[in-house]
C-alpha cells in the first residue's frame, strides 16, 4: 500500500517545513503540505474531507502542528479510518526521520511511535545541556 505523510498548520508553517525537509533529505514525493487559513476563501472541512477522498488508498500519516487546535480536530473526525495515523507536534526531527523509516517496512504505529520518542529527545534547553557538558569535561 503506497504511503503519503500530510503536514498540515496553521499559516504557512507546513510549506515551510516541507521546504527545510527537502532542503536536507532531498525532494520528498510522499509528502504534501497543507498551509490553512492562509486565503479568506479557504475551508478546512472541504480542504480535509478532499484529502481523504484523495488518499484512501493510502496508509496516510497527517502531522498537525497543534494538538486540539482547529487543523488537528478537522483531521481527527477520521481518527477511527483503516491506516489513518493523526500526529500533533510537527517539527523538523520528527518529520526528518519519520520521513526517512517509513520505506523500512513494519508496523507503521510502532515506527511513529519510536521515531516520537526520539525526536523528544531532540528538544533540548541548549544552556543545560553545554553546562552539562562542561561539567563532564572537568573530570
Same mark, same amino acid.
Do not use: W
Given at each position: 500500500?503506497?504511503?503519503?505523510? !500530510?503536514?498540515?498548520?496553521? =499559516?504557512?508553517?507546513?510549506? =515551510? !517545513? ?7 533529505? $532531498? ?17 478546512? *472541512? ?16 497527517? !502531522?498537525?502542528? !497543534?494538538? $486540539? $487546535? ?28 519519520? *520521513?526517512?523509516?517509513?520505506? =523500512? ?35
Amino acid at each position: 500500500m503506497k504511503q503519503i505523510v !500530510i503536514l498540515a498548520s496553521h =499559516g504557512r508553517f507546513a510549506s =515551510g !517545513i516541507l521546504h527545510s525537509l527537502e532542503l536536507i533529505c $532531498g525532494n520528498k514525493q510522499s509528502v504534501i503540505a497543507i498551509d490553512c487559513y492562509v486565503h479568506e476563501a479557504f475551508d478546512l *472541512t472541504v480542504t480535509v474531507d478532499t484529502l481523504m477522498e484523495t488518499y484512501k488508498e493510502h496508509e496516510m500519516i497527517v !502531522i498537525t502542528d !497543534i494538538f $486540539g $487546535g482547529s487543523v488537528n480536530n478537522e483531521f481527527l473526525r477520521y481518527i477511527k479510518q483503516p491506516n489513518f495515523y493523526l500526529i500533533a507536534g510537527l517539527n523538523l526531527p520528527l518529520l526528518i526521520e519519520l *520521513t526517512t523509516q517509513l520505506n =523500512g517496512g513494519g508496523v507503521i504505529s510502532e515506527m511513529i511511535r519510536q521515531t516520537l520518542a526520539n525526536s523528544k529527545n531532540m528538544i533540548q534547553f541548549c544552556n543545560d545541556s553545554a553546562a552539562k557538558e562542561i561539567e563532564e569535561e572537568e573530570f
